[in-house]
């Protein structure tokens, strides 16, 4: 049963992170770039594009690799914690995007990132 689940999960967040990677390079572009840190010294629209291929990248690898599965979600918990000041920076300076147009949905969305880096790894460990 945790085989499943870990799979499932596997399978959710790499088919999640390939969509959000192609609407990085085509439609939202614009929805994220109100992530993007101003402290960055990089260009937003290089950023979120950057972060797109990036993302469809971790995605597919979820979705297909098998030798390097928890090489892939170590890799993917640390993409998750790299663009982490993104979400932070999109409160702070009250950003809306994605439907996030209150403090509190921007606030309740933190809490989700920490989620996201050990579903990553978890779900690409095989069970003890």
Same mark, same amino acid.
Do not use: C
């Given at each position: 049963?945790?085989?499943?689940? $870990?799979?499932?999960?596997?399978?959710?967040?790499?088919?999640?992170?390939?969509?959000?990677?192609?609407?990085?390079?085509?439609?939202?572009?614009?929805?994220?770039?109100?992530?993007?840190?101003?402290?960055?010294?990089?260009?937003?629209?290089?950023?979120?594009?950057?972060?797109?291929?990036?993302?469809i990248g971790l995605g597919t690898a979820l979705l297909f690799s098998r030798?390097?599965?928890?090489?892939?979600?170590?890799?993917?918990?640390?993409?998750?914690?790299?663009?982490?000041?993104?979400?932070?920076?999109?409160?702070?300076?009250? $950003?809306?995007?994605?439907?996030?147009?209150?403090?509190?949905?921007?606030?309740?969305?933190?809490?989700?990132?920490?989620?996201?880096?050990?579903?990553?790894?978890?779900?690409?460990?095989?069970?003890?």
């Open positions: 049963m945790a085989s499943l689940a $870990r799979t499932t999960g596997r399978i959710l967040l790499g088919s999640a992170l390939t969509f959000a990677g192609i609407s990085h390079l085509a439609w939202a572009r614009e929805e994220f770039r109100a992530q993007v840190p101003e402290s960055l010294p990089l260009d937003p629209d290089t950023t979120v594009l950057a972060s797109g291929v990036a993302e030798e390097h599965r928890p090489l892939v979600g170590t890799a993917a918990g640390v993409f998750f914690a790299a663009v982490f000041p993104g979400n932070i920076a999109q409160y702070v300076h009250r $950003r809306d995007g994605f439907g996030l147009d209150t403090d509190r949905k921007r606030l309740v969305r933190l809490f989700f990132q920490p989620a996201l880096v050990g579903l990553a790894v978890w779900s690409t460990r095989r069970p003890a």
